[in-house]
């Protein structure tokens, strides 16, 4: 099973650039890496999702190494709305051997953004 | 678009008693999940339904709790009989397919006094 190690908490200033790393050694070939956040008393939101090199959307870039084994969460110029939880996500195969995906959280990181 | 729609959002019931949540997911999602997140830790997934098959409850507790998807649509968790650490928060999630994003409902909190 694909697991994931994200560090416990994070702190950060409004205005700054946040970059939190994920190590997923045992990634296989076909995972994808996926990134949610969670606020308080919310269910996780999706943010962004790669497989290799670089990927960008509206809120947060992805930096993915050729080897795969870890990844880079990059949030922007971070304001305090951004205080939340954040998960890495490997994709992983369900029981049976069927390639359903299973959506598997670790821990996560808690980012605090101060003033 | 209407996003994943949960009830209750709050539940308190004695141990022993039963309860059950529900969930309506997106219209046209195929894949739903169930989590179950309790204080302070990641979301643990209980069960995941493609259409109205179970694909993975590898960690639901079968002998209490237990998951239906009629039709491939609506879903109900139930618990019978709730203990005192099923206090959390249930997660629904919908998804088109495994492959794609999943979206969350706002979460049923349990307490079990």
């Known amino acids: 099973l694909a697991k994931t190690t994200q560090p416990i908490s994070m702190d950060s200033y409004e205005g700054q650039e946040v970059n939190i790393t994920c190590s997923h050694n045992?990634?296989?070939?076909?995972?994808?890496i996926t990134w949610y956040q969670q606020f308080p008393s919310q269910g996780p939101r999706f943010i962004i999702q790669?497989?290799?090199t670089k990927v960008t959307n509206e809120v947060a870039s992805l930096f993915i190494p050729a080897d795969r084994k870890s990844s880079t969460l990059s949030l922007p110029r971070v304001s305090l709305s951004d205080t939340a939880v954040y998960y890495c996500l490997v994709g992983d195969e369900a029981a049976g051997g069927t390639s359903y995906g299973k959506l598997t959280f670790g821990q996560g990181t808690i980012l605090t953004v101060h003033p | 678009e209407a996003g994943v729609a949960q009830s209750p959002r709050y539940k308190i019931i004695e141990k022993r008693q039963s309860v059950a949540f529900w969930c309506n997911p997106i219209?046209?999602?195929?894949?739903l999940y169930w989590y179950q997140q309790i204080l302070g830790q990641g979301p643990k997934l209980l069960i995941q339904?493609?259409?109205?098959?179970?694909?993975?409850d590898s960690q639901l507790p079968k002998d209490r709790f237990s998951a239906e998807r009629l039709k491939g649509v609506d879903s109900t968790l139930k618990i019978q009989p709730a203990k005192l650490e099923d206090s959390a928060v249930y997660l629904c999630?919908?998804?088109?397919?495994?492959?794609?994003?999943?979206?969350f409902g706002q979460g049923t909190r349990l307490t079990v006094v």
């Open positions: 219209s046209g999602h195929a894949t």
């Open positions: 339904f493609q259409n109205n098959g179970v694909v993975d």
């Open positions: 045992n990634i296989a070939t076909n995972d994808y």
């Open positions: 790669g497989y290799k």
């Open positions: 999630a919908s998804s088109l397919d495994w492959r794609t994003e999943a979206f």
